[in-house]
C-alpha cells in the first residue's frame, strides 16, 4: 500500500513553494472574492498568523464578520420568505448569527462595519418572519458600542411600530438615560402589572420615590395580569415600614392568584395563627377557580379525603402518559379508603373494549386493566368479581392477537385466565 501524503509532501504544496507571491496573493483575493466562507477563513488565519497593526485587525474583523453575513444570508432570506425551513438549515443560521455576535462583542470591530451590519440586520428584525428573532436581537444589540448608537437602534425599533421592539426600544432609552424617551413609550402603554412594576421601578431609581409608590397602588388597582412582581414590590416597601396588614393581604393575592398546593402552603405558612383563622375560609373560596388536579392536591394536604374522591370522579381517566399522572398518583392513595369509588374511575380508563385500536392503544388499555386487577385482587380481594371481568373481556378480544399479547404482557396471569 502506497504511503499516504502529508499537506507538505503533495504536488499542489510543491507548486505553493515555487509560486511567486504575486501569484498566490491573486490566488487567495479570487478564491475568498467567490467564496464568502473562504473569505472568512482567510481573514481569521492571516489574522492569527501575521503581525498586523491594531486599525488592520479592526478592519479585518469587520471584514470577517461581512464575510459571515453574506454566507448566512441567502438561508437567512430563506427562513423569512417562508417562515423558518429545515432543522439543520436553522441551527446554521443561528450559529452563524451567535458568531457574528461574539465577535461584536470582542469590541474590535469599527463603527462603519457595525453600522453596516446593523442596517442589514434591521429588515429581518422587522419582518420577524424568519425563526430567529432572538438571535437577530442580540446581534443588532452588540453592533452597538456607544450611546448614540443605541439610540440609533432604538429609533429604528421604534419606528417598526412592533409592540416587543417598542418594548426593546423603551429599555434602550432608559439604558441610555433618554428618560424623556422612556417615559413617553412607557406612558402610553399600561396594562400588565408587569408595566406599572416597570414604571415604577423607574421612578424609584431616579429618587422619585413618592412618585414610584403612587404608580404602584394605581397598578394594583388598574392593571390586569402579570401582577407578581408589581404586588412583590409593594410588599417589599410595606414589609420595610412594618405595615403587616398591607403585607400579609398582598401575600393572599399572590396565593391565589392561580393557587396551586405550593402557593397555598407558603401562605399558609407566612400567617400568624390569628392571620390563619382570618384568610383560611377566604382562600377556600378561591379554590373553585383553579384546576381540579391543585383543588385535589390541596384537599389532600388538609386530609379532606371526602372531598378528593368527589373531585377525582368528575376527573376524566388521563389518556396519555398516566403512569406520571398526577391524578392516578392521588387515585393511588384513595384506593383503600374509597375502593368501588377508585376502581370505578380506573374503569372508565378502559374506554371502548369492543373496537379495533391501534398497537399503542392496547398498550395503555394493559396498562389500566393492571390497575382494575389490583383493586379487585390486592385491595378488594375479590379474584371471583376479577376473573368474571376478565373472562369476558378476553373473549370479546380474541380476534385481536395485537390486543391479547399486550395485555398478556402487562397484565398478571392473563395468559391462564
Known amino acids: 500500500m502506497a504511503k499516504s501524503k502529508t499537506k507538505k509532501d503533495t504536488a499542489l504544496a510543491e507548486l505553493i513553494a515555487v509560486a511567486p507571491p504575486k501569484a498566490l496573493s491573486e490566488l487567495i483575493l479570487n478564491l475568498a472574492e467567490n467564496s464568502p466562507e473562504i473569505r472568512r477563513k482567510c481573514f481569521d488565519y492571516l489574522k492569527e498568523n501575521t503581525a498586523v497593526s491594531k486599525m488592520l485587525e479592526r478592519r479585518s474583523e469587520g471584514e470577517a464578520i461581512m464575510s459571515i453575513w453574506a454566507e448566512l444570508l441567502p438561508d437567512l432570506e430563506d427562513l423569512d420568505a417562508y417562515g423558518g425551513g429545515p432543522y439543520g438549515v436553522e441551527d446554521q443560521v443561528w450559529e452563524l448569527l451567535y458568531e457574528i455576535t461574539k465577535r461584536l462583542t470582542s469590541k ?189 392536591k390541596i384537599h389532600m394536604d388538609r386530609k379532606e379525603y371526602d372531598s378528593v374522591v368527589s373531585l377525582l370522579s368528575k376527573c376524566r381517566y388521563p389518556q396519555y402518559n398516566w403512569g406520571s399522572n398526577t391524578d392516578v398518583g392521588i387515585a393511588e392513595k384513595l384506593e383503600k379508603r374509597y375502593p368501588e369509588k377508585v376502581l370505578k374511575w380506573y374503569l372508565s380508563g378502559l374506554g371502548n373494549l369492543s373496537s379495533s385500536q391501534k398497537r399503542e392503544e392496547y398498550v395503555r388499555k394493559a396498562e389500566v386493566m393492571a390497575k382494575v386487577r389490583h383493586m379487585l385482587v390486592d385491595v378488594m380481594n375479590d379474584e371471583t368479581r376479577w376473573k368474571k371481568l376478565a373472562v369476558k373481556v378476553k373473549n370479546d378480544n380474541l380476534r385481536r392477537p395485537a390486543f391479547q399479547q399486550e395485555f398478556a404482557h402487562t397484565v398478571p396471569g392473563w395468559e391462564a385466565i
Open 108 to 296: 474590535k470591530v469599527d463603527e462603519t462595519y457595525r453600522r453596516e451590519i446593523l442596517d442589514s440586520v434591521l429588515p429581518f428584525i422587522k419582518s420577524s418572519n424568519s425563526g430567529a428573532g432572538d438571535a437577530l436581537d442580540e446581534l443588532a444589540y452588540a453592533a452597538c458600542y456607544s450611546a448614540s448608537e443605541l439610540r440609533y437602534l432604538a429609533g429604528s425599533l421604534e419606528a417598526m411600530h412592533d409592540d416587543w421592539q417598542t418594548r426593546n426600544a423603551r429599555n434602550i432609552y432608559r439604558q441610555i438615560g433618554d428618560h424623556d424617551k422612556y417615559l413617553e413609550l412607557r406612558l402610553k402603554y399600561l396594562e400588565v402589572g408587569a408595566d406599572y412594576h416597570d414604571l415604577a421601578g423607574f421612578y424609584w431609581e431616579t429618587g422619585e420615590k413618592e412618585k414610584s409608590i403612587q404608580i404602584a397602588q394605581k397598578g394594583l388597582k388598574k392593571a390586569k395580569g402579570r401582577m407578581d412582581e408589581l404586588r412583590a414590590f409593594v410588599a417589599e416597601l410595606a414589609q420595610e415600614s412594618g405595615d403587616r396588614t398591607t403585607w400579609i393581604e398582598l401575600q393572599f393575592d399572590q396565593a391565589t392568584d392561580c393557587l396551586t398546593l405550593d402557593k397555598y402552603k407558603k401562605f399558609k405558612n407566612a400567617c400568624k395563627t390569628e392571620e390563619w383563622k382570618a384568610y383560611e375560609p377566604r382562600l377556600l373560596k378561591k379554590m373553585k377557580y383553579t384546576g381540579k388536579t391543585e383543588q385535589m
